[in-house]
């Protein structure tokens, strides 16, 4: 894998070298197409909506029956939870970082 | 692809959840091993994780259907982790998708996970092991293995639901409506994945063949060496 004497090594190249400058392009490119698309879309009167709520509504027709989540957050409680789960699995993989990335100790 | 909650029913919930941790058992073999192996390969398995999370969140208009949707980054990541270790990858992907972005359901992680992880990963990279053992280049091999993953992912999904749902309809007919609903969005983002896959691994292959030890054959190895 990546070299550790390379990466100890102070660089010296510029920071705009050729891999940010391709990924900022590309991210670029990436971005006009999604505003032109969603321009065109907004003139034409198009919904824009994904395809899986699409099938899925679809489903329901089929199924008679309504779908809805198994665990349902009002609001941005949904991200309240999605928070909180992130703080503590991240302090929690922090601080079993070297048991689940480091290197086995001799007879382990 | 991402089958909400109360669309299948419970029975075909818990086949596609068995089906699924059939295929996911080898994965966790396949990431022992190659764990104990190579130091580099947890974190590089878990930098892959959060590439496919975002992938397959990612939704992209489509103005020539007027609606959105995803590519799947799984074909990419069974190339990059194996094919087996992509299907746990996968069902964690899913899992958090589900729990946090509401995106795809809790009960349908294992029918979910069938059409990404394991019939779109699985299908993309033998398709990548034919070419490549056919010596094709690696951007040809890499590109129809992203389109192909992709469009086997919606196939499979269109197919899960209509096994459960088509009723009186013939199997086939219920299957291709399901599949005209994601078909016309789907193949115009399928050709993206596609170059995308073959320009994230080509660029890896110029630039980092040391990351992809196993992956390389031929002249992009000895690079790497």
Redesign the interface.
Known sequence: ???PSRINQPRSEPFFDG?TRAMLGAMVVFLLA?FA??S??GH?K???????D???N???T??H????????LPGDS?LG??SI?NFFVGIIVGYQWLR??G??KEGQ | MHIEDGILSLGACAAWYGACAALVGPGIVQIRRKAQENLSYKPFLAMVGVAVFVISAMHLPVPVTGSCSHPCGTPLAAILVGPWAMTVISAIVLFFQAIFLGHGGITTIGANTFSMGIAGGLSGYALWKILRGMHAPLWLAAGAAGLVGDLVTYLVSALELALSLHGNVPLVKQWMIFFMGYGPTQLPLAVVEAIFTAVVLQAMASRRPDLLPGVLTGAHAQKGA
């Open positions: 894998m990546s070299n891999f999604i698309s969603a065109y879309m034409h198009m919904e824009a909506a994904g395809t899986d699409k099938v899925n679809l489903a329901t089929v199924s029956g309504e779908h809805h989540p198994f665990i349902d949904q939870a999605f789960a689940l990335f290197k086995p």
